[in-house]
Structures are given as structure tokens and as C-alpha cells.
């Protein structure tokens, strides 16, 4: 059953997998990131397989010019250990049937160009390609 990490607890838990997907996060620092995004609107939902978290999607509900209102994906990562077991697919339907319910009339993620694997998962998915995503690293003085 697919939840969404409300307790600091919750939040740990989804640490692992998380850390998977991104390498560079800090284990002491991870529930205080993640509840300053959730200050701004950032939602993480788990999926446990047994007593261990499978999955773990970070998503917002937002509204722009170009999409309306739309789903957005964060972060998204299943254990590596555990993958090609449903459960990122569960984990999309579920972000489609809250998407739905909440109104919105697109979902959207950015994907690491080098994430071949992902980009196969969601296009199984249904999901396009419609843009590049562009980024700038800002230094400060």
C-alpha cells in the first residue's frame, strides 16, 4: 500500500532508496531537506515490500502557464536490489489516479540523460518526450 511520509519517522525510512537515486544526499540532513520542501509544497509518498521501503516517488501538485494544473515527479526510485517487481509501476498508477483526482491534465519528471533504463520504464508508461531541459550551475561569491 503506497503512503505518503508524514512523521519525521516516514521520512527516514524512504532515506535508502532515495539515496539511490540521489548518492549525494546526507542521512543526518535528509528529514530537515525534505520538510523544507515540503514547506513548499513537495509531497513523498513510500511503497514498503514487507517491513522495507520498495519504492519512494517526491512529487508536487503545481500550476503553470504552459501545463495548467499538473503532477510533477521530483524523484522517483525503486531499490535496486528489489526492481523489476511492479513496484515503480504501482507507484506511477498511483501518481496517475492522485493526478486525476486532484484535477490536474499532466504529469511531468526530467530524467537524467543517462538514465536509459528509466527513460524505457517510462515510455511503457505512456509518457512522451516534449523537452529538453536546460540548467545553469550558479556560483556564489
Known sequence: ????????QDIEHCFAVMRQLRPHLQADAFVATVRAQMAEGYQLAYLRDG???AC???FRLQRTLIAGKSLYI????TDE???????GAA???WLRQLAVAEGCGEIHLDSGVQRHRAHR???NRNMDIVAHH???LLKHD
Open 121 to 123: 520504464f517510462y515510455l
Open 56 to 58: 519512494v516517488a517526491g
Open 81 to 87: 536490489t528489489i526492481r523489476s517487481r511492479g513496484h
Open 134 to 136: 536546460f540548467s545553469e
Open 1 to 8: 500500500m503506497i503512503q505518503l511520509a508524514r512523521q519525521d
Open 91 to 93: 507507484m506511477m498508477d
Open 74 to 77: 521530483d524523484d522517483l526510485a
Open 51 to 53: 517491513d522495507a521501503v
